[in-house]
């Protein structure tokens, strides 16, 4: 479980996109957190050097789980939509967090280090046990796969679910 604040959560690779926020965080030709018009209607993911964000359907407690492969596993075919990128992690250290939590507070995973893929899959879920606040939107489970890769392969929507929303 992770509290998606503001209807997403984060995966970084914290150091290097800290750095990187650094000399970026004043852009006014960037979007914060990756979220372009394109992210938020279409792919669903805001991708930044460093960093995805993944929107979420609600804007409170929302199941979770990342996994590390070694190679690119199947597509789960119970997912309503499902998108790729590639995430560079060279620390091969990834924090999880919201906008609302530290990201030091949030759990964290050992990946190998360098240049990943990463699956995103919208799975519909029931309910989780945790309390939701009983807010809007449907549930899912946002399974995200990470996977070595040699080389830069871009954002790719592999399956277009129907639009979500927080209500």
Do not use: C
């Amino acid at each position: 479980m992770i509290d998606a604040d503001h209807g997403q959560f984060y995966v970084q690779d914290l150091d290097p996109y800290d750095a990187w926020i650094a000399e970026h965080a004043m852009d006014p030709d960037l979007a914060p957190a990756g979220w372009t018009n394109e992210a938020v209607y279409v792919h669903r993911i805001g991708v930044e050097p460093h960093s995805i964000s993944v929107g979420t359907a609600r804007d409170d407690m929302v199941e979770s789980l990342i996994t590390v492969h070694t190679s690119a596993p199947a597509t789960d075919p119970a997912a309503e939509h499902i998108v790729e990128t590639d995430l560079d992690a060279p620390t091969g250290r990834l924090t999880m967090s919201s906008p609302g939590t530290d990201p030091a507070d949030g759990p964290s995973l050992t990946v190998p280090a360098g240049l990943l893929r990463v699956r995103v899959s919208y799975v519909p879920a029931e309910p989780p046990s945790a309390d939701t606040n009983g807010g809007p939107g449907d549930h899912f489970l946002y399974q995200v796969d990470l996977w070595p890769s040699d080389q830069p392969h871009g954002l790719v929507i592999v399956k277009q679910g129907p639009e979500i929303s927080a209500g």
